[in-house]
């Protein structure tokens, strides 16, 4: 095992009919920002919700943060914290919301001229304004991590930033709210945090028993509950068993004392930079074909994962590794989610080069946990996901 | 899954040499109160590399905390704390250590006349001296969690404290500390860490398909780990997950979501402070009896333990879940921990109404998940644990 440091301070408030909770978690002298997206909040009732809980603080909104949140839109929205002298932020929404929201709140503190400078040279926030969150789609984990990912039209970028002041000081969890999620996010939301899980396990062995073990346990449980969240998402149990494992899959502890890969991820933005491609299903795109292409590599993380997740026991240890890749494939067609590049767009001829390009020109010169990954070998991994 | 609530603050430091990390988390104008044992640390090197590591701050000592740390003991440590003018508490041991910290921390900033009543009358503390643990003995997850448990021996008493306040602001956790630990105590630790997860996983099955899996992760490399590390303490594979896990036992994820037991703890407690017999010892003589007289309101959980943790497959739920019982005696047992109250004294005769006399004097009308547990169902366990 690897030395570590953790500490994640954020405050967990999980479960049914826990919104109204807001009124004791955001000081009442508080002068309230409340971020959010398309405005799905006013149809399914959270938004009323929230504003029942903060009726005696003063709030103001602001709307139409778009999936992959847009640097631009959150400058204007910056504005309105520097000019209405913000004091805490709330995101109401999933991992876009809450991202952007991580954005400004290192931005309104940032001492700079340029607030995309904190993306650019990947300056880590130490203490940024104070923020809620309450979570309305179970994916990214972003709702107890410290992380966001930020995009910008203008350059075609989707670059990721955090820091220790990024943690948000309340986040509140109810599984409710999965009952108004269309089917394609949630399929969205269960292949992100399954491959959250996979790049922080498929690695190598390093004795890492009890986080191998915690990782594993996500896995199964999306795999259990995953048909039952889309086939009714009014199933409670499968809805909070859901909500819980997005959680646990990224808000640092599986990661710690562990190699981590997060090539997947790093491939997958451009995609969704390139194209435009939901995030998770860009992961779904890119995962398998980096398996088979870095097998010697880890293989024997897949074999572990073949028999404790997906319960093959026969065959060599090559038999294995490469059936639980197949089998994780099968998986996430099975949630309706194309694996494919060529599923999503016709126009892909010359995207494994031009992603290789984009790593050169920003240095990326060795992705994954053995920083082996040269940006000729990202081009051939795209290319095998065509 | 049930409604919760989840936060813990602390910062983990956790590897090889790490102690010297400690400059850097306790603020250089601290005046601080080391506070350890029975002075093994001055033999095995952790007393050095402490005082090398706080060689620019303020510190007065107070060594002689026995375990189940003593009230009268700690009494003359808030002397020292007011008198001295101390602002920080740095605890240097295992769990009584720890424990015994955690109670100066809160009474450092109690303002009735007798800190005692903090935990006869269980006073929460909000916020308490801030403080920090060098863990020596994984075992009771103290270091990452906001409870303690006091020994008064005046009254033959030993009663729970805790409170919001009394997180360690940070722990280090050196897994190659074991190396110096008495087998006995390695023994101990294993059984407490190890009934510290069936506590909070032994009851009945409420959908918490994720806390489950957790909890039998931490079991399952509890079972994997605990040969090698008594018999190579050295095997820093074997540690380092033993450590790990015996935090992760009780810092307060597993037992988010679900129902929780507890009684093998209370009833446990009671023949450590009639007997003087090893907390741990006192789970192990507990447990199985406790089990096996609640089986019918168990049996659900004990089946899904015994496939899941000891691949015990064959049978029906009833045989399996005794088999698991059996597994688990015969666990502790392996592990040099005897397990009938007969084993430690021959003064057992009259212990079962002792201890159910004192627990009506108390009102504990109902312990256990269900808190249905009446003194006299617990005199009925005491007599079969014999």
Chains 1, 2 share one sequence.
Request: charged share 25%; glycine share 8%; hydrophobic share 40%.
């Amino acid at each position: 095992m690897n030395n570590f440091e953790f500490k994640n301070p954020t405050k967990i408030i999980f479960g049914k009919d826990t919104i109204k909770k807001l009124e004791s978690e955001i000081p009442s002298d508080s002068k309230v920002l409340l971020l959010y997206g398309g405005g799905s909040i006013k149809k399914n009732g959270i938004y009323d919700q929230v504003k029942t809980a903060l009726a005696k603080v003063d709030v103001i909104e602001f709307g139409g943060i778009p999936a992959n949140p847009e640097y631009s839109v959150l400058m204007e929205a910056l504005k309105v914290i520097k000019g209405e002298k913000i004091t805490y932020l709330l995101a109401v929404g999933g991992g876009s919301v809450i991202d952007g929201t991580k954005f400004l709140s290192a931005a309104a503190n940032y001492k700079g001229e340029t607030p995309w400078d904190i993306l650019a040279n990947n300056i880590k926030t130490e203490k940024g304004m104070p923020f809620g969150t309450v979570l309305t789609l179970p994916a990214t984990g972003s709702e107890m991590n410290s992380g966001a990912v930020i995009t910008r039209k203008e350059t075609q970028e989707k670059l990721a930033m955090g820091g220790p002041g990024l943690f948000p000081e309340f986040s509140i969890l109810d599984p409710q709210v999965i009952t108004s999620i269309p089917e394609r996010q949630l399929a969205n939301g269960l292949t992100d945090a399954f491959t959250h899980v996979l790049e922080q396990y498929m690695t190598y062995p390093i004795g890492a028993l009890l986080q191998d073990r915690f990782a594993e346990s996500i896995l199964q449980t999306l795999i259990e509950v995953a048909p039952k969240v889309l086939k009714d998402p009014t199933d409670y149990k499968a809805a909070s068993n859901f909500m819980w494992s997005c959680t646990m899959a990224l808000n640092g502890l599986i990661q710690k004392g562990v190699p981590t890969d997060w090539a997947v991820h790093a491939i997958g933005h451009e995609l969704t930079a390139l194209f435009g491609i939901d995030h998770a299903r860009t992961l779904a795109v890119i995962a398998p074909s980096h398996y088979k292409f870095n097998f010697e590599a880890k293989k024997e993380k897949l074999a572990q994962y073949a028999e404790r997740v997906w319960n093959i026991t026969e065959g060599s240890i090559d038999d294995k590794a490469y059936a639980a890749i197949e089998k994780t494939e099968a998986f996430f067609r099975e949630l309706g989610i194309d694996t494919k590049l060529s599923d999503y767009t016709q126009d892909y001829e010359g995207t494994a080069e031009k992603i290789a390009e984009r790593f050169t020109d920003r240095g990326w010169m060795g992705l994954g946990e053995h920083q082996s990954l040269s940006p000729d070998k990202v081009e051939k991994i795209v290319k095998m996901a065509y």
